[in-house]
């Protein structure tokens, strides 16, 4: 098991190094063999795939949302204000999900740095382990414990520390426990990747110039994990805004994230072009906030943690 | 040289580390529920609700159905995705990162909408509803992974050893087969791996790609979370959990054993 999460992360610190010189690396054998560029006609298949299992699917929905019956649909986030309350719930979700992923997996990447590698190995699997666990899975254990007659009020009003149960889930709290808990690998690699990247003798050269452990820890170990914090923050928050399963159980009826309306307006309402619309401008948010990472980390490194 | 981690901060790893574990194994003791509701802690131990699970048609049906569609998409991506990961690395064409956001794009786009657009797709062409259609949609969001888990491999490998076969005269396919796969394969399994359990554990896609007939496990799961709340649900959220987990286990048991026949 141990050896899965080795893998994983033998990959987060070589990848940079390995996709940089990715081009030269290709280049070199392709003009000693003359026939190298048949590799090119290998990437065919999946380009025609993409174009019309991906991009079509995407066109077709842009199309819906101007033509069924017409642009108007867009009109829905002016005319109905659960639409606009739900653009800020969406916003505010991705932002309390990613703060919170934040504040837990900074902690938590600098133990697996600083412990033995069997130690890291295991603190990877328990990382990876919910990861691998199906999320309707999760989000729906994450119930039995939040809920008015779940594990937690039971067990705090037996106890009489409470009279009444508390609102613990079909609120923000219970989307953002559920989201973060299954969000957090997203942000733990990254970060890590990053701290295995710093000379382990950075740290130490600071403090034998005079520096105290915690003012070498502020103003070197901690700028250098930026780059990890930053592609970390970016695919949590990214990736919040466009889910569905976890707010859908755990989060309130009365303030849905986009997503949840769009389920709404297609699978219940049967409103294909407001429920496109909807869907366009989630789309058109994700690439918005995607195109804004990528000034400051490279896409790929967005997507795969660094890995 | 980096010095041990301090007491709270190995305490603070504890905490988190159980909190990202134990929360998700509450469905295993409910599933030995011998009570009809589902509850926690489980009033009476058995094993009706197995037995309940494996006699009702429709689990075992969506069972046999996310068997195969799994299956399937697992084979289809495992070629696209060996085939991208050779193009994009060994090729040289213009256009080459455009390629590769492309193809890692699934993995972040807001998957109701791919949902949503892919109903139309398939409403157009009749296969709403269908095992392919399925199979085809779970492919495009667990290729990129048998691409990522590809590529990694493919630039760890010293790409001499195809060369001096090729020039002791086997032509690419054959150097590809009996040299380039056997060192690719802990990446080829890993990504084998991740795009079953992509599969096996998709919702979104297939809530809106099925049909009353053709549904999925995590499908019907799903209609049954927003209905009626009997613990044959946990009977199926613990089998979901425990084949990944089983999976999981065998692929991380091959790596350590090829470790240790090929040093």
Redesign the interface.
Same mark, same amino acid.
């Not at chain 1, 026939?35 to 380009?47: H, R």
């Given at each position: 098991?141990?050896?899965?999460g080795e893998?994983d992360m033998s990959?987060a610190t070589?990848?940079t190094n %390995?996709?940089a010189t990715?081009?030269g690396?290709?280049?070199a054998? %392709?003009r000693?063999?003359p $026939? $190298? &560029? $048949?590799?090119?006609?290998?990437?065919?298949? %999946?380009?025609v795939?993409?174009a019309v299992?991906?991009l079509?699917?995407?066109?077709? &929905?842009a199309l819906?949302s101007v033509t069924d019956p017409g642009p108007a649909n867009y009109a829905i986030f002016w005319t109905d204000p659960v639409y606009a309350r739900s653009l800020v719930t969406t916003f505010l979700t991705a932002l309390v999900v990613t703060v919170s992923a934040l504040l837990?997996a900074y902690?938590?990447a600098?133990?697996m740095?600083?412990?033995t590698p069997v130690m890291a190995g295991v603190?990877t699997l328990?990382?990876i382990?919910?990861f691998? &666990?199906?999320?309707?899975?999760?989000t729906? %254990?994450?119930t039995?414990?939040l809920q008015q007659t $779940?594990?937690i009020n039971s067990a705090l009003l037996d106890l009489g520390v409470i009279d009444a149960p508390l609102p613990l889930m079909r609120n923000l709290l219970g989307v953002a426990i559920g989201m973060t808990?299954s969000l957090?690998p997203f942000m733990v690699f990254p970060i890590y990747a990053s701290m295995r990247r710093i000379s382990?003798a950075l740290v130490?050269a600071a403090r034998s110039l005079g520096a105290t452990g915690a003012f070498a820890f502020r103003t070197v170990f901690l700028p250098l994990t930026a780059p990890g914090v930053i592609s970390g923050s970016l695919?949590v928050f990214?990736?919040s805004?466009?889910y569905?399963?976890t707010p859908a159980?755990l989060g309130s009826p009365n303030n849905a994230m986009l997503?949840e309306l769009?389920?709404n307006q297609?699978?219940q309402q049967v409103e294909?072009g407001i429920?496109?619309a909807i869907?366009?401008v989630?789309?058109a948010l &994700?690439l918005v906030f995607?195109f804004l990472g990528t000034r400051v980390v490279r896409?790929?490194d967005?997507?795969?943690g660094g890995? | 040289m980096r010095g041990k981690p301090s007491p709270g901060l190995r305490a603070y790893g504890v905490v988190v580390g159980t909190l990202l574990i134990l929360p998700t194994l509450v469905v295993i003791p409910m599933s030995f529920s011998a009570s009809e509701f589902l509850s926690f802690p489980p009033k009476g131990l058995s094993l009706v609700w197995y037995r309940e699970f494996f006699a009702d048609p429709v689990w075992m049906a969506a069972v046999g159905q996310s068997l195969q569609v799994a299956a399937c998409t697992t084979v289809l991506s495992v070629v696209l995705g060996i085939m991208t990961a050779l193009g994009l690395i060994r090729g040289r064409f213009r256009g080459k990162s455009a390629l590769q956001v492309l193809v890692l794009s699934p993995m972040i786009m807001p998957l109701v909408v791919l949902a949503v657009g892919l109903f139309f797709v398939y409403s157009d062409w009749r296969i709403l509803g269908s095992l392919g259609g399925l199979i085809l949609a779970h492919t495009v969001i667990a290729y990129p992974l048998v691409y990522i888990a590809v590529s990694t491999s493919l630039q760890g490998m010293d790409q001499t050893l195809e060369q001096a076969a090729a020039s002791l005269g086997a032509n690419r396919w054959y150097a590809f087969r009996t040299v380039t796969l056997p060192l690719i394969a802990p990446g080829v399994l890993t990504g084998a791996l991740f795009a079953f359990t992509t599969s096996w554990d998709e919702l979104i896609l297939s809530i809106f790609l099925s049909s009353p007939i053709v549904k999925t496990l995590p499908v019907v799961m799903w209609q049954q979370v927003q209905t009626e709340l009997s613990p044959t649900l946990a009977v199926a959220a613990t089998l979901v959990m425990v084949t990944t987990i089983v999976l999981v286990a065998a692929a991380a048991w091959v790596a350590t054993r090829r470790k240790v026949v090929q040093p």
């Open positions: 098991m141990a050896e899965l893998v990959g070589n990848a %390995a996709t990715t081009t690396a290709a280049a054998p %392709a000693r063999r $026939g $190298g &560029t $048949g590799w090119n006609l290998l990437v065919w298949p %999946a380009l795939f993409l299992l991906f079509l699917p995407f066109f077709q &929905t819906r837990i902690p938590y600098y133990l740095y600083r412990s603190l328990l990382v382990l919910p691998f &666990t199906s999320l309707l899975v999760r729906y %254990a994450w039995v414990w $779940g594990v808990h957090l382990p130490p695919i990214v990736m805004l466009g569905y399963v159980l997503s769009i389920v297609v699978e294909f429920g496109s869907g366009i989630l789309l &994700t995607l896409f790929k967005i997507v795969t890995r | -």
